[in-house]
């Protein structure tokens, strides 16, 4: 009985030893445990044994069921840990994969990205200027009086220092008119912010492309040139451009450009207002007074700006109704471009 007993051992170690998966498992489980099984086989041969056989056989089957059920749970400990490691048999190949969320840039980055595209091939270089800056180069030095209703405290982000949050681009050409002798060709998007409330039209930030173009002997006709190729890039070669008079403290004379309509080609329509044109910013020739004030010699120099606002012209494009959407950071909104 004994010597069976350490047969059988023996044998469920070398079967359990070639098991590959459960179910190979499960067929030894069977085999020595089952109801007709080796095991219970030999637990009813124990009734042949005489009375003092007994109690030591019995003895030795116990330890050995305790002996085959360790080698069994070894044998599933072993099965589950090649399952982790094994690369195919852990992995439901047909499973979908899991979605990357690529990002995008942001539309206003991409209008930014657009213009300073457009004016680069123009001949302009891209240039930077601080959003905290002082009020010399947002106001004084652009021949803003000091009783322009845009320096009130109402109007204008100040800080307690006296510097303020640049309510438009223009002090970048400034800095770089006092840092670069001429000829400039230049053009700086940038954030820019005004004490607004907002509205579907208005946010306490926004972003404006300021151009500047200084030489000799530049003239109106060099700035509506610029702009009528800047509208074709942007919205193609049917768009027309129209120049009106307006004023600007740093540029003489000043005039507001309006694009035609790229919804209705200029019939008229809500987008437009029935107008059909869609304002897109302020120009001018820069006055010699903000020459006079960066150092140039207005006899010797001239030139024109320009600055436009990013956001309207990102809303003109995508058919945006709402700048504020352009900051709500909603990822359903963001997605679509
Ligand atoms: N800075 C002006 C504005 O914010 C626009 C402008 C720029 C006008 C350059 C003339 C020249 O409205």
Redesign the pocket.
Known sequence: MLQKLEKLISSVELKLSTVNDNKELEEVRIEFLGRKGQLPALTSEMRDLTSEERPAAGKALNQTKQKISSLFSEAEGKLSDLKGSDSTSGIDVTLPGRKQNLGSKHPITKIIDECSRVFRRMGFVVADGPEIETVYNNFDA?NTPKDHPSRDELDTFYFDDGRLLR????PV?IRIMENNEPPIRIVAPGR?FRRDTPDATHSMNFH?I???YIDKDVSLADLKSVLITFAHELFGPDVKIRLRP?F?P??EP??EYDFSCIMCKGKGCNVCKNSGWLEI????M?DPEVLQNVGYDPEIWSG??????IERIAMIKYRVNDIRLLYENDIRFLKQF
């Open positions: 652009l309510t438009q681009t223009s050409q820019c404006q300021e151009g500047l307006h600007f740093f540029t000043s005039v910013a302020g120009a001018g820069v024109f700006a320009f600055g436009m606002g």
